[in-house]
C-alpha cells in the first residue's frame, strides 16, 4: 500500500541509534584533537629534555677543563663533550666561554646570552644564531684560585632540527595510536549501543503485532529507563480505552433511548393523520408536543454531555470566580423556566481552578432539576469554606432524592425515562464535571424543609 502524496517523508525524523551514534563520533573526534595536542606538547617536552641534557652534560665536561695558570684562565676543550652533542646528525653545534671580567676566551663571541639567567643553576633558553633558532645552556664556574677569583660563563648552543625530528615522531606515532583506538572504540561502542536499543524494537515489534482494537498493558521486558517508557504507553492505552468504553456505551445507550421516543411520536403522528375527531386530534397533537419537547431535551442533554467529555480532555484550567459562574447559570435558566430564583453570593471573589463552560453547565442542570422536580422557593448559593474548599450548592424547597436515587448519582439515564420535565442525564453532567475538577458532590437535606445539591470544590488564593 502506497503512502499518500502529502507524506512527509523528508521529514522523517532521526532514529536515536544515529543520533547517539553522531554524539560518541563527537565525543570522540573532540577527544582524539585534544590528545594528539596533549601527545604534541609531550613529544616536544619530551625531545627537549633529552637534548637539553646532551646540552648540559657537554657544558659540564667543558668547564670542568678550565683552569688557572700564572694568572691566567684557560681551557682545554674536550672531544667528548662535543661528541655527544654529534648523536644529533643534523644539527650544529656552538659554544662560547667568558672569562671573569667578561673577556671572551674561545668560541664564538657573538653567541647570544639568555635575557635573565638562574642563579647557582645552568639557564637553558632558545634563541637565534646565524639565522637559524638554536637551544642553549648557560653554565658557571666560580674560580676561587689565590691568582684568580671570578666567574667563567660556558655557553652550548645547538640547532633544533633533530629535536624537532624526534618530537614530530612521537606525536605521529602518538596520534597513529590514539586514532586506531577511537576507530576501535567507536565500533564497539555501537555495537554495544545496538545491544542496548534492542528493547526498543521488542517493545515496537510488540505494538505492531497488535490488533487495532487491542488496548491491553504492553508486557515486555525491558530495562528501567524503557520501562518507563512502557508504563507510560500502558498508562496512555488504558486512559484511551476507558474513554472508547465510555464513548460505546454512551452511543449505545444514547442509540437506545432516541429510538423508544422517536417510535411513539412516529406511531402518534400516524394516528393524528387518520383522526377526524378534533378533541381526540387536540389530545393527540398535545401528546406530539410533548414527546418533541421530550427528544430535544434529550438532544440538548446529549450534546451538552459530549462537550463535558471533549472539555475534560482538552479544556485549560483557569482561575474562575464561582460567584459569576452562579450568575450566568441562574441568569440562563431564569430565562428558559421564567421563573424566579433567588442568588445568595459572599462579598469577596471565591476563586477555584476550573472550566469556566464546564461548571456553568453542571449548575444549570442543578437549577433546572430544582426547578422541574422541586418546590420554589429556590436558590442558588456559594459560599467559601474552611480549609480551602468552597461551594456551590442548590437549594429547593422540596423532598429532594430518596437514598436509591442519591445512589444512582453519575448514571446515565436514571428516572422514569426521558419526558417533557427530563432526559434522565442531568446529574450524570455534573457528576463528570464534578470528577474534571477533582471536586466532589454535596447531596443532603437541609435542616429547615428542602433539599439542596450541588458540588465542594478546592479554592485558590484570589
Excluded: W
Excluded at 634563541?127 to 691568582?147: D, H, I, N, Y
Excluded at 475534560?312 to 459569576?324: G, Q
Amino acid at each position: 500500500m502506497s503512502l499518500p502524496s502529502s507524506t512527509p517523508l523528508s521529514q522523517k525524523t532521526q532514529s536515536i541509534a544515529f543520533r547517539l551514534g553522531l554524539a560518541m563520533l563527537v565525543i570522540l573526534v573532540v577527544a582524539v584533537i585534544a590528545t594528539i595536542l596533549a601527545a604534541s606538547r609531550f613529544g616536544q617536552a619530551a625531545s627537549d629534555e633529552t637534548f637539553d641534557r646532551l646540552l648540559r652534560g657537554a657544558a659540564l665536561q667543558i668547564a670542568e677543563r678550565v683552569y688557572v695558570s700564572e694568572g691566567e684562565v684557560g681551557i682545554d676543550l674536550p672531544v667528548s663533550a662535543f661528541e655527544l652533542l654529534s648523536l644529533a646528525r643534523e644539527d650544529r653545534v656552538f659554544y662560547r666561554v667568558i672569562g671573569p671580567q667578561g673577556s671572551h676566551l674561545t668560541g664564538y663571541a657573538d653567541l647570544p646570552l639568555p635575557d635573565e639567567r638562574k642563579a647557582g643553576e645552568p639557564t637553558i633558553y632558545a634563541t637565534s644564531f646565524k639565522g637559524v633558532p638554536v637551544r642553549a645552556v648557560l653554565m658557571s664556574r666560580q674560580l676561587a684560585e689565590r691568582s684568580m677569583r671570578g666567574k667563567v660563563d660556558i655557553i652550548v648552543a645547538q640547532t633544533t632540527a633533530e629535536r624537532g625530528a624526534l618530537a614530530r615522531s612521537i606525536t605521529t606515532q602518538a596520534a597513529l595510536i590514539i586514532a586506531v583506538a577511537a576507530v576501535v572504540l567507536f565500533f564497539i561502542s555501537m555495537f554495544v549501543l545496538h545491544i542496548a536499543l534492542r528493547p526498543l524494537t521488542r517493545v515496537e515489534q510488540a505494538i505492531l503485532a497488535r490488533e487495532a482494537n487491542d488496548l491491553s498493558p504492553l508486557d515486555v521486558a525491558a530495562p528501567q529507563e524503557v520501562a518507563v517508557l512502557v508504563s507510560a504507553i500502558n498508562r496512555f492505552m488504558g486512559r484511551l480505552d476507558k474513554r472508547i468504553e465510555a464513548m460505546q456505551n454512551f452511543v449505545a445507550d444514547a442509540a437506545h433511548q432516541i429510538r423508544t421516543p422517536i417510535t411513539a411520536l412516529r406511531a402518534q403522528a400516524q394516528l393524528a393523520v387518520g383522526e377526524k375527531d378534533p378533541e381526540r386530534l387536540e389530545r393527540l397533537h398535545r401528546r406530539l408536543y410533548a414527546r418533541s419537547v421530550g427528544l430535544g431535551r434529550l438532544a440538548d442533554q446529549l450534546l451538552s454531555h459530549a462537550l463535558i467529555s471533549h472539555r475534560a480532555d482538552v479544556a485549560t484550567m483557569e482561575a474562575i470566580d464561582l460567584r459569576r459562574v452562579a450568575i450566568e447559570a441562574e441568569r440562563e435558566i431564569r430565562a428558559i423556566a421564567n421563573q424566579p430564583i433567588a442568588v445568595s453570593l459572599p462579598d469577596d471573589e471565591v476563586m477555584v481552578k476550573g472550566d469556566a463552560v464546564s461548571l456553568r453547565e453542571a449548575v444549570k442542570n442543578l437549577l433546572s432539576n430544582a426547578v422541574k422536580h422541586g418546590a420554589h422557593p429556590i436558590s442558588v448559593t456559594v459560599t467559601p469554606e474552611a480549609g480551602d474548599r468552597a461551594m456551590i450548592l442548590v437549594h429547593d424547597a422540596g423532598k429532594g432524592m430518596d437514598q436509591t436515587q442519591r445512589a444512582r448519582i453519575g448514571q446515565r439515564f436514571i428516572g422514569d425515562g426521558i419526558s417533557p420535565e427530563s432526559a434522565g442525564l442531568g446529574l450524570s453532567i455534573t457528576a463528570s464535571v464534578a470528577q474534571m475538577h477533582q471536586a466532589r458532590i454535596i447531596c443532603r437535606n437541609t435542616a429547615k424543609e428542602g433539599f439542596e445539591i450541588g458540588l465542594e470544590l478546592p479554592r485558590i488564593a484570589s
